[in-house]
């Protein structure tokens, strides 16, 4: 089997977990419920982070059509993209399920099936695990709808009972059992399970058994693109993956000589991820990223910054798929991280940190490290090292996380069939609001309130779709405004960003004035979820907002802000919607045709004209030739022309030439040749 690539990595020279990649749009969860908790409480409840406690966004229902753009914004701490730092993978991934549950129960072993109330993916109501205490491995309580879970009951299950690949990596580290539920990031992970999730296929990427999630893009370090087209190609997307019908045995070989069959299944038959150069950011710093790759592998398209230019977070522009309808979805980010301290089993840096052939128990070359202290092993625990200068320096290293991996998942969410009347090929936008209550300090390593995408770019007769949620249970005692704890937001007109109040409403633009009170009374609804404070602050409105889709068939640039939360010096939430004529790629190309036809256009009125003045000596267009200093007058006869060089008008190659006129009578010259235009 081909060697197989750690979707992990990332070199984090320290034991205590501190905070590494947060999805800030859609609302990424970090195992968050509905708390009002400063921490998280559950950090087992769906899924493992390996992210700070502090992290994360409440639940809030959201939808989106299907084919539209939806913006994916994440931070994470540790760096990425080519800065020579560390080799880094940003994973992106989808999960949609509405299958009704269905388990053997009771001692009668017969199948029984729920209601759609227990569909496989869900929020919850409870920040309990589904899998822990009374409840682990015990699959009546999958349908309990109280319970959160992404992963079905049979996925979990599956990885419980099976081995672990014996051909991974495992620094050292000593696996309580040696089933995919235990890692060499996770050796204990079979103790306390998080969620339904997989541990193996949490860690690696591609995984080499089926799994429930599609890839959208894998966005990489620069000297590793070239793998992008192997990632492309083992993707489930378009390649079926294979387990044994006893769910003990990893591989086909150890299948077959058990007496079990192995089965291939579970390719999506859809396209194979994007993939391409991931954002640049710096480490030690959950800030702005800079897109270093306009040129991704790939159909979708993929993010939009200005190269070179720090001024968002990181994001991916994901194309939801068009033929894609579901009311149950979850969004995965996977974030890994790697050094070069130890080099593959082939010896080159080339290879990934850590591989492995399945079942081959092969790891890689790991070299002694020779010092005045003695020699030890790089995979060693927090060696002592002394480099030449007589003294031992200890080093902060734990092997367990010499590569890992972090990751982040959104809430549940439902992508739904366009409206009636919007074109299968009609661009969708979504708008959204990122962020929660609170100063800087007290929402890190989540974000301030802020419209997203905040300088949305989109074409004349594009949709937008205005949506957003919030929360009732933000921590008391964040700052914000309005009744405390509350999320609340809404969008009205400036005139400009630098400008901190709205415009009239009659003097609206971005709103179409057709629009009636009704409609507009819906970017400040009432609803069911109120708070019962001040009205000027919205407290008795909506913690979501759904505007439906708006066509902008108007060119321009439109401000807005929200007057609540808009506030000078403490914090902004602007935004700005730009209508125009057309994409920059049509634009590039009807420049290309003007330089183009324009001077081909020129060259042949030119040589029209030359010819007639040519057979036309005393005419209006010789004359007019002649005072634009782009012909010369000769002396015999006196109304006869010549171009200066017709070369500097058509060209070296040009198809006709004017050569000098024909002698005078009585000249002691040979009549010359003419080649009339």
Same mark, same amino acid.
């Given at each position: ?89 940003? @994973? ?37 695990? @589904? #899998? ?104 489930? #997307? ?227 779709? @205005? ?211």
């Amino acid at each position: 089997m081909r060697t197989v690539v750690l979707c992990a990595a990332v070199l984090a020279l320290f034991h205590a977990v501190s905070a590494d990649i947060y999805m800030h749009n859609p609302r990424g969860s970090n195992n968050r419920l509905d708390e009002a908790n400063t921490n998280r409480r559950n950090a087992n409840r769906l899924f493992d982070s390996q992210n700070n406690g502090k992290g994360g966004y409440n639940v809030g229902a959201m939808y989106y059509y299907a084919g539209s753009t939806l913006r994916i914004e994440w931070t994470m701490q540790h760096g990425c993209g080519d800065d020579g730092i560390n080799n880094c993978d940003i @994973i992106l991934q989808y999960m949609c399920d509405d299958t009704p549950n269905r388990f053997v129960g009771g001692a009668d072993g017969v199948v029984k099936e729920n209601n759609s109330l227990a569909n496989n993916l869900r929020d919850g109501t409870t920040t309990d695990s @589904i #899998n822990q205490g009374e409840r682990k491995l015990k699959e009546e309580f999958s349908t309990r709808i109280e319970y959160g879970r992404q992963e079905q009951f049979d996925f979990y299950k599956k990885c419980a009972t099976r081995k672990n690949n014996e051909g991974l990596f495992l620094a050292g580290q000593r696996l309580r059992r040696n089933r995919a539920t235990n890692t060499r990031q996770n050796p204990n992970g079979d103790v306390n399970p998080y969620g339904y999730e997989c541990p193996e296929e949490r860690d690696y990427y591609p995984y080499w058994h089926p799994t429930p999630w599609r890839d959208i893009a894998v966005l990489t370090v620069a000297n590793r693109r070239q793998n992008c087209e192997w990632y492309r190609q083992e993707s489930q #997307n378009v390649k079926n993956k294979g387990e044994c019908t006893n769910a003990l045995y990893n591989t086909k070989a150890e299948c077959e000589s058990n007496s079990g069959t192995w089965v291939e299944t579970g390719a999506w038959n859809i396209d194979p991820p994007e993939c391409g150069v991931a954002p640049r950011s710096r480490t030690n710093h959950l800030g702005n990223g800079i897109d270093q790759d306009k040129g991704r592998i790939g159909d979708m398209p993929g993010g939009d910054h200005e190269r070179g230019v720090a001024h968002e977070a990181s994001y991916y522009d994901w194309t939801i798929p068009q033929d894609l309808t579901s009311e149950n979805c979850a969004l995965r980010i996977r974030y890994n991280i790697s050094t070069e301290d130890i080099n593959g089993p082939n010896g080159g840096q080339d290879d990934f940190f850590f591989t492995g052939s399945n079942g081959n128990n092969r790891e890689p070359v790991v070299a002694n490290y020779t010092s005045g202290s003695g020699v030890h092993r790089l995979n060693q625990n927090d060696p002592q090292v002394d480099f030449g200068i007589g003294v031992p320096l200890q080093l902060a290293i734990n092997t367990a996380q010499f590569g890992r991996t972090f990751q982040d998942r959104s809430h549940r969410f439902a992508v739904r069939g366009r409206p009636e009347g919007v074109r299968s090929d009609a661009i969708i936008h979504n708008l959204n609001i990122r962020g929660k209550r609170g100063n800087i300090v007290q929402t890190y390593p989540a974000v301030e309130y802020d419209f997203i995408p905040n300088n949305l770019v989109i074409k004349k007769n594009d949709y937008v779709h @205005i949506q957003w949620t919030g929360t009732n249970t933000n921590p008391n005692g964040n700052d914000g405004q309005g009744k405390e704890g509350t999320d609340r937001n809404n969008m009205v007109e400036m005139a400009d960003s630098k400008m901190n109040h709205p415009l009239h409403l009659t003097q609206r633009n971005m709103i179409p004035v057709s629009l009636s009170a009704d409609t507009l009374s819906r970017f400040n609804p009432s609803g069911t979820q109120m708070a019962h404070g001040e009205t000027s602050e919205l407290d008795d409105h909506s913690t979501y907002l759904d505007q439906g889709i708006v066509k902008f068939a108007k060119t321009g640039t439109y401000h807005y802000m929200s007057t609540r939360n808009n506030n000078f010096s403490n914090r902004s939430q602007k935004g700005k919607i730009v209508v125009d004529d057309a994409t920059d790629d049509t634009k590039l190309a009807e420049k290309v045709a003007v330089a183009v036809t324009v001077p081909i256009a020129t060259m042949i009125f030119l040589g029209v004209a030359y010819a007639y003045a040519a057979k036309h000596p005393a005419s209006w267009v010789a004359n007019t030739l002649v005072k634009l200093k782009v012909m010369k007058p000769r002396s015999k006869p006196d109304n006869y022309y010549t171009i200066k060089d017709s070369r500097a008008f058509l060209g070296s190659h040009g198809a006709a030439t004017v050569a000098a006129p024909v002698a005078a009578a009585g000249s002691s010259s040979a009549s010359a040749s003419r080649h009339v235009l």
